[in-house]
């Protein structure tokens, strides 16, 4: 990539303008975008080869950007769906706050896809229940663990206790098993 074409990738107009300010103001829009929209395999995977574009861009234009190391972020579910809640929740919440404070768009591009690897592992728990309900955008983990929490009163604390037809009245974990659904897509 040349500098007029990074300067043309970057949408830059004049020679003057702050590169520095300007990735700084780039990263944390993509850190933000990370944060707020849901985890969907082939959108996050689009807009990393995006911000891999954009770091070749900065790179051409003098912005040096490294890898730092991160802590291995692992999990272990198992066939209790509240613990796997917790678990999930914990993970998601380290991985999006390491994004957070992701300072180059090479540490956003190493950790984002971890954040993409849990929703799958977790969605997999899910993926052999069919459920018809509509989807929102934003669902309130507390209302899911109410729901986790009724069910477990009703004693269905593993998968394969777990039948979604005789749980119709759980509505905001129904709606999560169908967001859980699209992830993979």
Same mark, same amino acid.
């Given at each position: 990539?040349?500098?007029?074409?990074?300067? @043309?990738?970057?949408?830059?107009? @004049?020679? *003057? +303008?702050?590169?520095?300010?300007?990735?700084?103001?780039?990263? #944390?829009?993509?850190?933000?975008?990370?944060?707020?929209?849901?985890?969907?395999?082939? $959108? /996050?995977?689009?807009?990393?080869? =995006? %911000? +891999?574009? @954009?770091?070749? @861009? /900065?790179?051409?234009?003098?912005?040096?950007?490294?890898?730092?190391?991160?802590?291995?972020?692992?999990?272990?579910?198992?066939?209790?769906?509240?613990?796997?809640?917790?678990?999930?929740?914990?993970?998601?919440?380290?991985?999006?706050?390491?994004? #957070?404070?992701?300072?180059?768009?090479? +540490?956003?591009?190493?950790?984002?896809?971890?954040?993409?690897?849990?929703?799958?592992?977790?969605?997999?728990?899910?993926?052999?229940?069919?459920?018809?309900?509509?989807?929102?955008?934003?669902?309130?983990?507390?209302? $899911?663990?109410?729901?986790? =929490?009724?069910?477990?009163?009703?004693?269905?604390?593993?998968?394969?206790? /777990?039948?979604?037809? +005789?749980?119709?009245?759980?509505?905001?974990?129904? *709606?999560? %098993?169908?967001?859980?659904?699209?992830?993979?897509?």
């Amino acid at each position: 990539m040349t500098v007029n074409e990074a300067r @043309a990738y970057l949408s830059l107009s @004049a020679e *003057t +303008e702050n590169i520095q300010e300007l990735y700084d103001e780039y990263l #944390f829009e993509q850190k933000l975008y990370f944060r707020n929209k849901p985890a969907i395999k082939s $959108v /996050f995977l689009k807009k990393i080869s =995006k %911000i +891999e574009l @954009a770091k070749s @861009a /900065f790179e051409v234009l003098g912005i040096k950007d490294s890898l730092m190391n991160f802590p291995d972020i692992l999990w272990n579910f198992n066939q209790n769906i509240l613990s796997n809640f917790h678990e999930y929740h914990q993970k998601k919440n380290t991985i999006l706050q390491l994004i #957070f404070h992701s300072k180059e768009l090479t +540490e956003l591009m190493h950790i984002t896809p971890k954040l993409v690897d849990l929703e799958i592992s977790y969605s997999l728990l899910w993926s052999k229940f069919e459920v018809n309900s509509e989807i929102i955008s934003k669902i309130d983990p507390m209302q $899911v663990l109410s729901d986790l =929490k009724k069910l477990e009163l009703r004693n269905v604390k593993n998968y394969n206790e /777990f039948a979604p037809e +005789e749980h119709l009245d759980l509505i905001y974990l129904n *709606t999560e %098993i169908a967001r859980l659904a699209l992830v993979n897509r």
